[in-house]
């Protein structure tokens, strides 16, 4: 993976207004997304990358996203779907011991 290819998906991400949606959910799925969005960031301005614990936290992310969203409308979901993505991309950068 190249940070090419997650500054596109951040920039393609962060272009998208949060979905209008109703679910007792919605603040832990901002929160979710705050935190993804700053570990991509953080990962953006790091010429190392992830830390160990940005991983384990961007994996636990993306746990919580499949507990939170599954409820969600079609529409809703397409953003979340871009989230999950930018977190995937970010923990297939992250060194592999």
Do not use: K
Not at 77 to 89: D, H, M, N, S, T
Request: include cysteine; aromatic fraction near 8%; hydrophobic fraction near 35%.
């Amino acid at each position: 993976m190249t940070r090419q290819l997650i500054e596109t998906a951040w920039n393609q991400h962060r272009g998208n207004d949060w979905p209008q949606f109703t679910s007792p959910n919605q603040g832990q799925l901002m929160t979710l997304d705050t935190v993804i969005s700053g570990c991509v960031v953080f990962y953006l301005d790091s010429p190392d990358g992830l830390d160990r614990q940005r991983v384990a936290i961007v994996q636990d992310c993306l746990n919580d996203l499949d507990d939170l969203t599954g409820e969600l409308d079609v529409d809703s979901q397409a953003y979340f779907v871009r989230l999950r993505r930018l977190g995937e991309l970010l923990l297939a950068t992250a060194p592999h011991d």
